[in-house]
Nanobody, 130 residues
Framework: VQLQASGGGLVQPGGSLRLSCAAA????????IGWFRQAPGKQRGGVSC????????YYADSVKGRFTISRDNAKNTVYLQMNSLKPEDTAVYCC????????????????????????WGQGTQVTVSS
């Protein structure tokens, strides 16, 4: 599974960005897809994921109400719409895929955990600064 994240950039606080996670050679709706981020000096953490089974979505508390994850099956792409961005959202964002563990863990434990990812894409830098 090859994933490619894109859409990052520099944005002012309060602004918006939309990240895209595209796949080659596989159908993304067969996989749980998650977005993760890593800021300098910090561990990689889960931001959001979308289930392959029923489209359920999960979010880290820090982004609830501001970020929205969605799928476009026709384009074989998963998006992360990020609104009301804050400086603390600055990080490298990457997407990951797994058959089912990601959403199951998010549902049962309330955590979108990097350990549940089987396939990683390259990251895209998001910088929120005035």
């Amino acid at each position: 599974v090859q994933l490619q994240a894109s859409g990052g950039g520099l944005v002012q606080p309060g602004g918006s960005l939309r990240l895209s996670c595209a796949a080659a050679g596989v159908t993304l709706d067969n996989y749980d897809i998650g977005w993760f981020r890593q800021a300098p000096g910090k561990q990689r953490g889960g931001v959001s994921c979308i289930s392959s089974s029923d489209g359920s979505t999960y979010y880290a508390d820090s982004v609830k109400g501001r970020f929205t994850i969605s799928r476009d099956n026709a384009k074989n792409t998963v998006y992360l719409q990020m609104n009301s961005l804050k400086p603390e959202d600055t990080a490298v964002y990457c997407c990951g895929a797994d058959r089912r563990r990601m959403s199951t863990t998010a549902q049962r434990m309330g955590v979108i955990h990097p350990i549940t990812v089987s396939y990683w894409g390259q990251g895209t830098q998001v910088t929120v600064s005035s």
